[in-house]
């Protein structure tokens, strides 16, 4: 856990609440309160273990856009490195400002929910409530029963034992899964665990969102009401 002092904007960016530069616009508009009081400076520095950072209800008067992409093959969520092509390079230039809700790996698609409103990423991200992740995959080998089993029952992977997920079996290499949590390319390291290499591995769903039929690298507008 972080026990040094970070600045607002730094902190912010790590919990994908706000980018810096939303962060740094948000205090200037003394819309960021610090155990309970408008943070003025853009240097102000916080201890995350002790300090309550919070956005200000005020905020909640600004319009924010809130938008499903359907991410391709190949595409990074982010990323920090030049040459490299990232969600926000397939969006117009009025949405470059959005941040992702999550992330998929570059060789993962589907379903990314983008916004700038701090409160609802901070909600799918860091409120403690389960959202669950539906996803499509196929594998290079043919699911057994005692795959699946171990699918469900929880995999150990690391110092961690995932929790319980529930598959939908298609065809003997094609099944969904889902899942309440999400951490770093969970299905593929769980799937490795069991024996079998993702082939392909398509988002299908996120806390209720449905991709439905929105093809490879489109997008459509999300109102709040359809979030929460």
Same mark, same amino acid.
Request: with cysteine; aromatic share 8%; charged share 30%.
């Given at each position: 856990?972080?026990?040094?002092?970070?600045?607002?904007?730094?902190?912010?960016?790590?919990?994908?609440? *706000? #980018?810096?530069? $939303?962060? =740094?616009?948000?205090?200037?508009?003394?819309?960021?309160?610090?155990?309970? $009081? !408008?943070?003025?400076?853009?240097? %102000?520095?916080?201890?995350?273990? @002790?300090?309550?950072?919070?956005?200000?209800?005020?905020?909640?008067?600004?319009?924010? %856009?809130? @938008?499903?992409?359907? $991410?391709?093959?190949?595409? &990074?969520?982010?990323?920090? =490195?030049? +040459?490299? /092509?990232?969600?926000?390079?397939?969006?117009?230039?009025?949405?470059?400002?959005?941040?992702?809700?999550?992330?998929?790996?570059?060789? #993962?698609?589907?379903?990314?929910?983008?916004?700038?409103?701090?409160?609802?990423?901070?909600? &799918?991200?860091?409120?403690?409530?389960?959202? /669950?992740? /539906?996803? =499509?995959?196929?594998?290079? %080998?043919? @699911?057994?029963? +005692?795959?699946?089993?171990?699918?469900?029952?929880?995999?150990?992977?690391?110092?961690?034992?995932?929790?319980?997920?529930?598959?939908?079996?298609?065809?003997?290499?094609? &099944?969904?899964? !889902?899942?309440? =949590? +999400?951490?770093?390319?969970?299905?593929?390291?769980?799937?490795?665990?069991?024996?079998?290499?993702?082939?392909?591995?398509?988002?299908?769903? &996120?806390?209720?969102?449905?991709?439905?039929? *929105?093809?490879?690298?489109?997008?459509?507008?999300?109102?709040?009401?359809?979030?929460?």
């Amino acid at each position: 856990m972080e026990n040094e002092l970070v600045r607002i904007q730094k902190y912010f960016s790590n919990q994908k609440i *706000l #980018s810096r530069r $939303k962060t =740094e616009e948000y205090i200037q508009k003394g819309w960021i309160l610090l155990n309970g $009081k !408008t943070v003025t400076d853009l240097g %102000t520095k916080i201890n995350p273990l @002790l300090d309550k950072v919070e956005i200000s209800p005020l905020a909640d008067k600004v319009e924010y %856009t809130y @938008l499903l992409f359907n $991410k391709p093959w190949g595409v &990074f969520t982010n990323c920090p =490195e030049d +040459g490299c /092509e990232q969600i926000t390079d397939l969006l117009p230039k009025k949405y470059s400002h959005l941040s992702s809700v999550g992330r998929l790996d570059k060789d #993962s698609e589907g379903l990314i929910l983008m916004t700038d409103d701090g409160t609802v990423a901070n909600h &799918f991200l860091n409120s403690g409530i389960e959202h /669950e992740r /539906e996803y =499509e995959v196929t594998i290079d %080998t043919i @699911l057994t029963q +005692g795959m699946i089993d171990k699918l469900e029952s929880g995999i150990r992977m690391m110092d961690i034992v995932t929790k319980p997920a529930k598959v939908n079996v298609y065809s003997k290499q094609r &099944f969904t899964i !889902t899942l309440s =949590e +999400g951490k770093n390319r969970q299905i593929r390291r769980m799937l490795r665990k069991v024996g079998a290499n993702v082939i392909k591995l398509t988002r299908i769903s &996120f806390a209720g969102l449905k991709l439905g039929d *929105l093809r490879s690298g489109d997008y459509r507008l999300l109102n709040k009401s359809d979030l929460m």
